[in-house]
């Protein structure tokens, strides 16, 4: 089949990026062709630079190195359509290319807080599709429990549309209830269905640092003083991703990493602490120790932790005896495979 999937490829973000190569992956395994629709909101065509209150100067240059190898990957891994800005363009696409189906996810891509507090038809679909192609979503999610009203009045009707239906989390899962009156099947997110060894082999040293993933200002202040107490427990320097003002305590601050970079560095670390979805999914991936921490909205971490016996290395509140006991403490084994083989089947239905 002729698939495009609709979903944040173009943004500037390690897990967005990786993402949307582990669905692309998981097709192509699955022995179809594969493109992204390239589309992205309005809100989102900005200087790429301008959301991350950078100034001029180093930061600045090292933020152009992480763009060009954020480029780069897409070029390299994330085959797109011609670009399409809005809806009618997006149309005479699915149109010309003669799509199967479109595949929507994975990603907050519903989420309409993320889409400036309106309702985007197009990663709800909600377009003229020729009548042989399909219309799945794949771990699509809300992101939280509250949504904008233009979402929550317009978004059933185009969910009822859909031909297969899954869900990122449970979160999601009833917002699909509430709007639609459906069902979804809850599935992985597509970074837990690759291995990803062919953009990362293993790496030459192991161990040697922390590694700190945090996004957004929120919170910030609980990321630091675990990290700083994890430093104080294994005697190992703090390397911080991400160049989202500083992070007290980092010896080292690394703001051109691209997506494989990223993924590097998180592999090769003794310990990883983050308030990231997708950090925490690959410290998982990777079996590293890790210690997260949540934010005013943490739903998509419990529920990722829940589903992999790890609820515990969640913290909510700092604890510097329960910091000490996760650093000496194992991780456990990702313990998804039943989870990923009902995912995979999830996708073969839907195709067949």
């Known amino acids: 089949m002729k698939i495009a999937i609709v979903t944040f490829h173009w943004a500037n973000n390690y897990g967005a990026l990786l993402q949307a190569y582990g669905l692309r992956r998981t097709f192509e395994k699955m022995g179809h062709s594969v493109q992204f629709l390239d589309y992205a909101p309005p809100h ?16 600045m240059l090292a933020m152009q190195g992480m763009k060009r190898r954020c ?32 595949v929507a996810g994975s990603d907050q891509i519903w989420n309409g807080f993320g889409a400036g507090g309106r309702y985007n038809p197009v990663y709800f679909l909600d377009f003229s599709l020729p009548k042989q192609c399909r219309r799945i979503s794949y771990s699509a999610c809300f992101g939280q429990a509250d949504q904008p009203e233009e979402t929550c009045s317009r978004a059933g009707p185009a969910i009822r549309r859909f031909d ?34 062919e953009l990362v082999p ?43 003002g500083r992070f007290r305590g980092a010896e080292r601050r690394e703001l051109s990493a691209g997506p494989i970079e990223w993924m590097r560095w998180l592999k090769g670390s003794g310990l990883v602490v983050t308030n990231s979805f997708h950090g925490t999914v690959f410290a998982l991936k990777f079996g590293k120790p890790f210690i997260s921490w949540a934010g005013s909205r943490p739903e998509r971490l419990r529920d990722l932790l829940r589903r992999t ?27 998804l495979d039943a989870e990923r083989q009902q995912s995979q089947a999830f996708l073969e239905k839907a195709l067949s």
């Open 71 to 102: 480029a780069q990957f897409r070029k390299n891994h994330l085959p797109a359509t011609r670009r399409g800005d809005g809806l009618s363009k997006v149309e005479s696409i699915c149109r010309d290319e003669g799509f199967d189906a479109i």
């Open 164 to 197: 297969a239906l899954s869900v990122r989390n449970e979160v999601s899962r009833e917002w699909v209830r509430k709007l639609s009156g459906r069902d979804a099947v809850v599935t992985l997110d597509p970074t837990l269905l690759d291995d990803y060894v």
């Open 202 to 244: 293993e790496p030459a040293t192991l161990g040697n640092y922390i590694c700190v993933y945090s996004l957004g200002r929120e919170f910030r202040e609980t990321g630091e003083k675990i990290a700083a107490r994890a430093r104080q427990r294994l005697g190992l320097p703090i390397v911080t991703l991400y160049p989202e």
């Open 309 to 335: 016996g790890a609820d515990e290395r969640l913290v909510v509140e700092y604890d510097s005896d329960a910091i000490d006991a996760l650093c000496d403490r194992p991780v456990p084994r990702n313990g």
């Open 44 to 59: 989102k065509r900005v200087p790429w630079w301008r959301p991350l209150g950078l100034r001029q100067g180093r930061g």
